[in-house]
């Protein structure tokens, strides 16, 4: 069996196992030709509350109290450059994405807008913004509200948690301590 298939097998029984607990994460993701020893790595995930208490096991997708992810501060993934000028006014600064040349960035006050051929890729969020607006709901950029809100994530990243709701994606980025330090919403095709 080639590499490039034994990679794939593994990426798969790995998210096949952190399913039923919201995520898991790998001590490393190094490969060494043994797939065993990473898989062997892998360890699941629960989240605490604000109580100290573990996250239930329950998968957001089965409870309807949490947000669908269709919009964040006002702006879907479906909008264009005209209407996120009318919803938030000129931008302060306009920028081209270094790496994707056909990507505008829409900088504002406490948020980033990628616009790719005129309609919105992503909208970043810094944790400093204090709060965010996610489908008419305004929450404070703090790891408890969030996930409170959001609920169990989807995937837990060595750098975040991510929620998925059919093709929108959220991402919560933390640093090495484990501090939220942006919001990331953007359209699963933008992987």
Request: charged residues 25%; hydrophobic residues 35%; aromatic residues 10%.
């Amino acid at each position: 069996m080639g590499k490039t298939w034994k990679i794939l097998c593994l990426m798969l029984g790995i998210w096949l196992i952190g399913k039923p607990t919201g995520g898991i994460v790998a001590d490393s993701f190094e490969y060494s030709g043994d797939v065993t020893s990473v898989v062997s790595s892998a360890a699941p995930v629960s989240l605490p509350h604000a109580n100290g208490d573990k996250a239930e096991e329950s998968s957001s997708e089965s409870s309807p109290s949490f947000l669908p992810l269709e919009e964040v501060n006002g702006i879907t993934l479906y909008d264009d450059r005209q209407s996120v000028v009318e919803q938030w006014g000129e931008p302060e600064l306009v920028q081209k994405d270094d790496f994707f040349p056909e990507t505008e960035i829409y900088e504002y006050a406490h948020m980033e807008v990628g616009l790719e051929s005129g309609v919105v890729n992503y909208i970043m969020v810094p944790a400093e913004a204090g709060t965010i607006v996610m489908d008419h709901k305004e929450l404070e950029t703090d790891l408890y509200s969030l996930t409170e809100a959001l609920g169990t994530p989807d995937f837990v990243a060595e750098d975040g948690l991510v929620y998925q709701r059919g093709a929108h994606v959220l991402k919560l980025y933390n640093n090495e301590k484990g501090e939220l330090t942006v919001i990331r919403y953007y359209h699963l095709s933008g992987t």
